[in-house]
Protein backbone atom coordinates (compact mmCIF):
# COMPACT_ATOMS: atom_id res chain seq x y z
CA UNK A 1 0.00 0.00 0.00
CA UNK A 2 3.05 2.30 1.04
CA UNK A 3 4.43 1.66 -2.59
CA UNK A 4 1.17 2.67 -4.21
CA UNK A 5 0.85 5.64 -2.02
CA UNK A 6 4.16 6.74 -3.51
CA UNK A 7 3.81 6.03 -7.01
CA UNK A 8 0.41 8.41 -6.86
CA UNK A 9 2.08 11.04 -5.39
CA UNK A 10 4.96 11.29 -7.76
CA UNK A 11 2.63 11.01 -10.59
CA UNK A 12 0.55 13.96 -8.99
CA UNK A 13 3.90 16.11 -8.70
CA UNK A 14 4.91 15.46 -12.01
CA UNK A 15 1.71 16.52 -13.49
CA UNK A 16 2.39 19.62 -11.90
CA UNK A 17 5.49 20.31 -12.83
CA UNK A 18 4.55 19.69 -16.70
CA UNK A 19 1.40 22.27 -16.57
CA UNK A 20 3.94 24.73 -15.05
CA UNK A 21 5.76 24.51 -17.87
CA UNK A 22 3.36 24.91 -20.05
CA UNK A 23 1.75 28.14 -18.07
CA UNK A 24 5.65 29.67 -18.80
CA UNK A 25 5.46 29.05 -22.14
CA UNK A 26 2.32 30.29 -23.28
CA UNK A 27 3.09 33.91 -21.07
CA UNK A 28 6.09 33.95 -22.86
CA UNK A 29 4.47 33.34 -26.15
CA UNK A 30 1.72 36.47 -25.18
CA UNK A 31 4.13 39.06 -24.67
CA UNK A 32 3.13 42.74 -24.80
CA UNK A 33 4.28 44.45 -28.25
CA UNK A 34 5.83 47.70 -28.40
CA UNK A 35 3.11 50.52 -28.35
CA UNK A 36 2.13 51.65 -31.69
CA UNK A 37 2.74 56.07 -32.08
CA UNK A 38 2.71 58.27 -34.36
CA UNK A 39 5.35 60.61 -35.02
CA UNK A 40 6.45 64.06 -36.44
CA UNK A 41 9.55 65.67 -37.52
CA UNK A 42 10.60 68.94 -35.84
CA UNK A 43 10.72 71.71 -38.33
CA UNK A 44 12.34 75.13 -38.32
CA UNK A 45 11.66 78.48 -40.01
CA UNK A 46 11.14 82.16 -38.97
CA UNK A 47 8.22 82.88 -36.57
CA UNK A 48 7.25 86.48 -34.96
CA UNK A 49 7.52 87.54 -31.47
CA UNK A 50 4.38 88.78 -30.37
CA UNK A 51 2.18 90.10 -28.05
CA UNK A 52 -1.49 89.00 -27.81
CA UNK A 53 -4.06 91.68 -26.32
CA UNK A 54 -7.56 92.90 -26.88
CA UNK A 55 -8.78 95.76 -28.21
CA UNK A 56 -11.24 97.92 -29.50
CA UNK A 57 -12.18 99.65 -32.90
CA UNK A 58 -12.11 103.47 -32.84
CA UNK A 59 -13.16 105.77 -35.59
CA UNK A 60 -10.25 107.88 -37.01
CA UNK A 61 -12.45 110.78 -37.00
CA UNK A 62 -15.79 111.55 -34.58
CA UNK A 63 -17.08 114.43 -36.10
CA UNK A 64 -20.51 116.04 -33.98
CA UNK A 65 -22.21 118.26 -36.68
CA UNK A 66 -23.11 121.13 -34.22
CA UNK A 67 -25.20 124.39 -36.41
CA UNK A 68 -23.42 127.99 -36.56
CA UNK A 69 -26.91 129.25 -37.33
CA UNK A 70 -30.31 129.81 -35.50
CA UNK A 71 -33.17 128.26 -37.31
CA UNK A 72 -35.89 125.82 -38.37
CA UNK A 73 -34.85 122.61 -40.01
CA UNK A 74 -36.21 122.74 -44.07
CA UNK A 75 -34.42 119.71 -45.29
CA UNK A 76 -32.46 116.42 -44.23
CA UNK A 77 -30.43 115.54 -47.48
CA UNK A 78 -29.08 112.08 -46.17
CA UNK A 79 -30.19 108.94 -45.63
CA UNK A 80 -29.13 107.63 -41.86
CA UNK A 81 -26.16 105.27 -42.13
CA UNK A 82 -25.23 106.18 -45.84
CA UNK A 83 -21.69 107.23 -46.51
CA UNK A 84 -21.30 110.81 -47.67
CA UNK A 85 -18.40 112.49 -49.01
CA UNK A 86 -16.58 115.86 -47.65
CA UNK A 87 -18.76 118.87 -48.76
CA UNK A 88 -21.96 116.47 -49.44
CA UNK A 89 -25.52 118.53 -48.39
CA UNK A 90 -26.27 117.32 -44.99
CA UNK A 91 -29.51 119.77 -43.63
CA UNK A 92 -30.73 122.96 -44.61
CA UNK A 93 -31.68 125.89 -42.10
CA UNK A 94 -34.27 128.14 -42.57
CA UNK A 95 -32.05 130.66 -45.05
CA UNK A 96 -34.73 133.82 -45.35
CA UNK A 97 -33.70 135.18 -42.61
CA UNK A 98 -29.97 135.68 -43.51
CA UNK A 99 -30.46 136.33 -47.52
CA UNK A 100 -32.39 139.70 -45.60
CA UNK A 101 -29.64 140.33 -43.52
CA UNK A 102 -27.03 139.74 -46.02
CA UNK A 103 -29.63 142.10 -48.51
CA UNK A 104 -29.23 144.81 -46.03
CA UNK A 105 -25.75 144.75 -45.24
CA UNK A 106 -25.27 145.01 -48.99
CA UNK A 107 -26.98 148.21 -49.04
CA UNK A 108 -24.95 149.55 -46.22
CA UNK A 109 -22.01 148.71 -48.42
CA UNK A 110 -23.10 150.43 -51.12
CA UNK A 111 -23.97 153.30 -48.87
CA UNK A 112 -20.38 153.56 -47.26
CA UNK A 113 -18.81 153.27 -50.27
CA UNK A 114 -20.75 156.18 -51.88
CA UNK A 115 -19.93 158.19 -48.93
CA UNK A 116 -16.09 157.26 -49.65
CA UNK A 117 -16.27 158.34 -53.25
CA UNK A 118 -17.99 161.72 -52.40
CA UNK A 119 -15.32 162.41 -49.71
CA UNK A 120 -12.53 161.84 -52.05
CA UNK A 121 -13.71 164.03 -54.13
CA UNK A 122 -14.10 167.09 -51.40
CA UNK A 123 -10.62 165.79 -50.19
CA UNK A 124 -9.24 166.23 -53.63
CA UNK A 125 -10.42 169.29 -54.19
CA UNK A 126 -9.45 171.10 -51.04
CA UNK A 127 -5.79 169.38 -51.85
CA UNK A 128 -5.96 171.18 -55.25
CA UNK A 129 -6.58 174.60 -53.60
CA UNK A 130 -5.05 174.58 -50.28
CA UNK A 131 -1.62 176.03 -51.67
CA UNK A 132 -3.80 178.67 -53.71
CA UNK A 133 -4.71 179.86 -49.95
CA UNK A 134 -8.77 179.73 -51.17
CA UNK A 135 -9.36 176.86 -48.41
CA UNK A 136 -7.98 177.28 -44.52
CA UNK A 137 -5.79 174.72 -43.42
CA UNK A 138 -8.82 173.61 -40.88
CA UNK A 139 -11.51 173.14 -43.70
CA UNK A 140 -8.49 170.84 -45.34
CA UNK A 141 -8.09 169.04 -42.23
CA UNK A 142 -11.60 168.52 -41.72
CA UNK A 143 -12.08 167.00 -45.42
CA UNK A 144 -9.22 164.94 -44.43
CA UNK A 145 -10.84 163.76 -41.13
CA UNK A 146 -14.23 163.25 -43.40
CA UNK A 147 -12.65 160.90 -45.84
CA UNK A 148 -11.24 158.69 -43.43
CA UNK A 149 -14.28 158.37 -41.73
CA UNK A 150 -15.88 157.24 -44.37
CA UNK A 151 -13.68 154.44 -45.65
CA UNK A 152 -13.39 152.84 -41.88
CA UNK A 153 -17.08 152.83 -42.52
CA UNK A 154 -16.87 151.36 -45.61
CA UNK A 155 -14.73 148.78 -44.06
CA UNK A 156 -17.43 147.86 -41.20
CA UNK A 157 -19.69 147.25 -44.04
CA UNK A 158 -17.61 144.99 -45.73
CA UNK A 159 -16.81 143.32 -42.74
CA UNK A 160 -20.80 142.83 -41.95
CA UNK A 161 -20.92 141.45 -45.61
CA UNK A 162 -18.88 139.03 -45.21
CA UNK A 163 -20.62 138.54 -41.45
CA UNK A 164 -23.65 138.44 -43.12
CA UNK A 165 -22.59 135.95 -46.22
CA UNK A 166 -21.32 133.41 -44.10
CA UNK A 167 -24.55 133.05 -41.89
CA UNK A 168 -26.11 132.89 -45.44
CA UNK A 169 -24.11 129.83 -46.02
CA UNK A 170 -23.99 128.31 -42.56
CA UNK A 171 -27.67 128.38 -43.74
CA UNK A 172 -26.81 124.93 -45.47
CA UNK A 173 -24.77 122.40 -43.35
CA UNK A 174 -22.10 120.07 -45.35
CA UNK A 175 -20.43 117.63 -44.24
CA UNK A 176 -16.70 118.52 -43.40
CA UNK A 177 -14.78 114.56 -43.82
CA UNK A 178 -15.52 111.47 -45.58
CA UNK A 179 -17.24 109.16 -43.55
CA UNK A 180 -20.32 107.20 -42.36
CA UNK A 181 -23.64 109.44 -41.37
CA UNK A 182 -25.67 107.72 -37.88
CA UNK A 183 -28.79 108.55 -37.32
CA UNK A 184 -29.64 112.24 -37.41
CA UNK A 185 -30.55 113.50 -34.26
CA UNK A 186 -33.18 116.78 -35.25
CA UNK A 187 -36.15 116.34 -37.57
CA UNK A 188 -37.56 118.76 -39.96
CA UNK A 189 -39.15 121.53 -38.18
CA UNK A 190 -36.47 121.47 -35.15
CA UNK A 191 -35.30 125.07 -34.04
CA UNK A 192 -31.35 124.71 -33.78
CA UNK A 193 -28.98 127.16 -32.57
CA UNK A 194 -25.63 127.71 -32.18
CA UNK A 195 -25.64 126.47 -28.31
CA UNK A 196 -26.75 122.94 -29.58
CA UNK A 197 -23.66 121.17 -28.09
CA UNK A 198 -24.44 122.44 -24.16
CA UNK A 199 -28.15 122.24 -24.49
CA UNK A 200 -30.31 119.12 -24.25
CA UNK A 201 -31.13 119.35 -27.77
CA UNK A 202 -27.02 117.96 -28.87
CA UNK A 203 -25.72 117.88 -32.30
CA UNK A 204 -27.39 117.12 -35.89
CA UNK A 205 -25.44 114.01 -36.84
CA UNK A 206 -22.16 112.42 -35.77
CA UNK A 207 -19.95 111.41 -38.91
CA UNK A 208 -17.62 109.05 -38.48
CA UNK A 209 -14.44 107.92 -40.53
CA UNK A 210 -14.11 104.46 -40.78
CA UNK A 211 -11.30 103.70 -43.68
CA UNK A 212 -8.28 103.73 -42.08
CA UNK A 213 -9.61 102.38 -38.44
CA UNK A 214 -8.11 102.51 -35.21
CA UNK A 215 -7.50 99.94 -32.83
CA UNK A 216 -6.92 101.04 -29.43
CA UNK A 217 -5.18 98.23 -27.07
CA UNK A 218 -3.03 97.42 -23.97
CA UNK A 219 -0.28 96.39 -23.05
CA UNK A 220 1.52 95.54 -19.50
CA UNK A 221 4.00 97.84 -18.25
CA UNK A 222 6.67 94.84 -18.21
CA UNK A 223 6.18 94.54 -21.89
CA UNK A 224 6.81 98.57 -22.46
CA UNK A 225 10.69 98.49 -22.72
CA UNK A 226 10.12 95.69 -25.69
CA UNK A 227 7.67 97.86 -27.39
CA UNK A 228 9.57 100.86 -27.16
CA UNK A 229 13.20 99.72 -28.04
CA UNK A 230 11.38 97.39 -31.36
CA UNK A 231 9.47 100.40 -32.12
CA UNK A 232 12.32 102.54 -32.28
CA UNK A 233 14.04 100.21 -35.08
CA UNK A 234 10.88 100.50 -37.32
CA UNK A 235 7.77 100.46 -37.81
CA UNK A 236 5.92 97.19 -35.74
CA UNK A 237 3.05 95.15 -37.68
CA UNK A 238 0.18 94.31 -36.25
CA UNK A 239 -2.27 91.65 -37.02
CA UNK A 240 -5.93 92.17 -36.27
CA UNK A 241 -9.00 89.72 -35.87
CA UNK A 242 -12.68 89.50 -35.11
CA UNK A 243 -13.83 86.49 -32.78
CA UNK A 244 -14.72 83.84 -35.32
CA UNK A 245 -11.91 85.34 -37.98
CA UNK A 246 -9.68 82.68 -39.65
CA UNK A 247 -6.55 83.43 -41.32
CA UNK A 248 -4.10 85.41 -39.74
CA UNK A 249 -6.58 88.35 -39.80
CA UNK A 250 -6.03 92.58 -41.06
CA UNK A 251 -2.62 93.98 -40.88
CA UNK A 252 -2.13 97.27 -39.81
CA UNK A 253 0.77 99.01 -37.97
CA UNK A 254 1.29 100.22 -34.81
CA UNK A 255 0.72 104.48 -34.50
CA UNK A 256 1.23 105.69 -31.11
CA UNK A 257 1.95 104.71 -27.51
CA UNK A 258 0.91 106.29 -24.59
CA UNK A 259 3.14 108.90 -23.00
CA UNK A 260 2.17 107.35 -19.17
CA UNK A 261 1.41 104.30 -17.52
CA UNK A 262 -1.96 103.70 -15.71
CA UNK A 263 -1.63 103.78 -12.60
CA UNK A 264 -4.61 101.31 -11.40
CA UNK A 265 -3.97 98.90 -14.19
CA UNK A 266 -0.25 98.82 -14.91
CA UNK A 267 -0.58 99.08 -18.36
CA UNK A 268 0.11 101.49 -21.39
CA UNK A 269 -2.55 102.62 -24.15
CA UNK A 270 -1.40 101.88 -27.87
CA UNK A 271 -2.92 102.40 -30.93
CA UNK A 272 -2.65 100.54 -34.48
CA UNK A 273 -3.95 102.18 -38.00
CA UNK A 274 -4.88 99.81 -40.35
CA UNK A 275 -7.09 99.37 -43.51
CA UNK A 276 -11.31 98.90 -43.16
CA UNK A 277 -12.23 99.53 -46.79
CA UNK A 278 -14.73 96.93 -46.58
CA UNK A 279 -16.21 97.58 -43.08
CA UNK A 280 -15.00 94.72 -41.37
CA UNK A 281 -14.51 96.34 -38.17
CA UNK A 282 -16.60 98.39 -36.81
CA UNK A 283 -16.22 101.67 -33.70
CA UNK A 284 -16.51 100.24 -29.98
CA UNK A 285 -16.23 96.09 -31.73
CA UNK A 286 -14.21 94.24 -29.75
CA UNK A 287 -11.07 92.55 -31.48
CA UNK A 288 -7.95 90.84 -31.07
CA UNK A 289 -4.00 92.04 -31.69
CA UNK A 290 -1.09 90.33 -32.14
CA UNK A 291 1.36 93.20 -31.87
CA UNK A 292 4.95 91.26 -33.98
CA UNK A 293 7.87 92.52 -31.89
CA UNK A 294 10.09 90.89 -34.07
CA UNK A 295 10.94 87.91 -35.98
CA UNK A 296 12.83 84.71 -34.83
CA UNK A 297 15.01 83.18 -37.57
CA UNK A 298 15.10 79.21 -37.70
CA UNK A 299 13.24 78.88 -34.68
CA UNK A 300 12.32 74.71 -34.07
CA UNK A 301 8.75 74.27 -34.24
CA UNK A 302 6.81 70.68 -32.83
CA UNK A 303 3.35 69.88 -33.02
CA UNK A 304 1.10 71.34 -29.78
CA UNK A 305 -0.03 67.96 -29.20
CA UNK A 306 3.63 66.46 -28.96
CA UNK A 307 4.15 68.44 -25.25
CA UNK A 308 3.48 66.22 -22.38
CA UNK A 309 3.61 67.84 -18.78
CA UNK A 310 5.76 65.93 -15.95
CA UNK A 311 6.49 67.10 -12.38
CA UNK A 312 9.81 69.02 -13.57
CA UNK A 313 8.19 70.22 -16.25
CA UNK A 314 6.80 70.12 -19.98
CA UNK A 315 8.74 67.18 -21.99
CA UNK A 316 8.27 65.04 -25.54
CA UNK A 317 9.40 61.66 -26.22
CA UNK A 318 12.01 61.59 -29.30
CA UNK A 319 11.98 58.58 -31.63
CA UNK A 320 15.34 57.33 -32.75
CA UNK A 321 16.54 55.76 -35.18
CA UNK A 322 16.75 52.06 -33.01
CA UNK A 323 12.95 52.83 -32.54
CA UNK A 324 13.71 53.87 -28.76
CA UNK A 325 11.56 56.72 -27.36
CA UNK A 326 13.79 59.14 -25.45
CA UNK A 327 11.94 61.71 -23.03
CA UNK A 328 13.23 64.30 -23.75
CA UNK A 329 13.00 67.58 -21.57
CA UNK A 330 12.68 70.91 -23.20
CA UNK A 331 11.84 74.60 -23.01
CA UNK A 332 8.91 75.93 -25.21
CA UNK A 333 8.37 79.51 -26.23
CA UNK A 334 5.20 81.03 -27.72
CA UNK A 335 2.66 78.95 -29.42
CA UNK A 336 2.25 79.47 -33.30
CA UNK A 337 -1.31 78.13 -33.94
CA UNK A 338 -1.47 74.44 -33.62
CA UNK A 339 2.75 74.48 -33.61
CA UNK A 340 5.28 75.54 -30.64
CA UNK A 341 8.28 76.97 -30.65
CA UNK A 342 10.93 75.17 -28.82
CA UNK A 343 13.75 77.19 -27.48
CA UNK A 344 15.85 74.22 -26.14
CA UNK A 345 15.85 70.15 -26.49
CA UNK A 346 14.76 69.57 -29.64
CA UNK A 347 16.70 69.67 -32.83
CA UNK A 348 14.90 70.05 -36.24
CA UNK A 349 14.34 66.92 -38.00
CA UNK A 350 14.00 64.90 -34.55
CA UNK A 351 11.15 62.92 -34.25
CA UNK A 352 8.58 63.52 -31.84
CA UNK A 353 5.57 61.70 -30.72
CA UNK A 354 2.41 63.32 -31.61
CA UNK A 355 0.22 59.96 -30.00
CA UNK A 356 0.51 56.98 -28.25
CA UNK A 357 2.44 58.78 -25.57
CA UNK A 358 0.60 57.70 -22.20
CA UNK A 359 1.70 53.73 -24.03
CA UNK A 360 5.45 54.82 -23.93
CA UNK A 361 8.01 53.92 -21.53
CA UNK A 362 11.16 55.81 -21.14
CA UNK A 363 14.05 53.52 -23.07
CA UNK A 364 11.96 50.84 -24.39
CA UNK A 365 10.71 50.54 -28.12
CA UNK A 366 8.12 51.49 -29.94
CA UNK A 367 6.32 50.80 -33.31
CA UNK A 368 5.27 53.31 -36.23
CA UNK A 369 2.14 52.76 -38.26
CA UNK A 370 2.87 50.38 -41.59
CA UNK A 371 2.66 52.53 -44.59
CA UNK A 372 -0.52 53.11 -46.28
CA UNK A 373 -0.33 50.86 -49.68
CA UNK A 374 -0.51 53.41 -52.90
CA UNK A 375 -3.78 53.04 -54.30
CA UNK A 376 -4.41 50.89 -57.40
CA UNK A 377 -4.72 53.19 -60.82
CA UNK A 378 -7.69 53.27 -62.82
CA UNK A 379 -5.68 50.76 -65.52
CA UNK A 380 -4.28 48.98 -62.90
CA UNK A 381 -7.96 48.25 -61.51
CA UNK A 382 -9.31 47.34 -65.05
CA UNK A 383 -6.82 44.47 -65.48
CA UNK A 384 -7.77 43.18 -62.79
CA UNK A 385 -11.09 42.84 -63.67
CA UNK A 386 -10.19 41.33 -66.94
CA UNK A 387 -7.72 38.66 -65.68
CA UNK A 388 -8.92 37.42 -62.37
Not at 1 to 10: D, E, G, L, N, S
Not at 385 to 388: D, K, L, S, V, Y
Given at each position: ??????????AVLAAGFIAG?????????????????????????????????????????????????????????????????????????????????????????????????????????????????????????????????????????????????????????????????????????????????????????????????????????????????????????????????????????????????????????????????????????????????????????????????????????????????????????????????????????????????????????????????????PQASADA????
Open positions: MKKYVITACACNRGQQQAGFAMPPPLVTVTPAIAQDVPDYLDEIGTGTALQYVSIIPQVTGPVTEIHFTDGADVHKGDLLFTIDPRPYKAALDQAVANQEQSQAAVNFAKLQFQRYTDLLPTKAVSQDDYDTKKNALDLAVAQLEGSNAAVETARLNLEYCTVNSPVDGRAGQHLVDIGTVVSQSSMSGSQGPLVVIQTLDPIYVDFTCAETDLPAVRQHAAEGDLKTLVTLPGDTGDGQEGKLTFIDTQVQNQSGTVKLRATLPNADRHFWPGQWVRVRLILKVEKNAVLIPATAQQIGQTGPYVYVVKDDMIAEQRPITLGQRQGDLLVVESGIKPGERVVTSGQYLVTPGAPVRLPAPAAPAASGANP
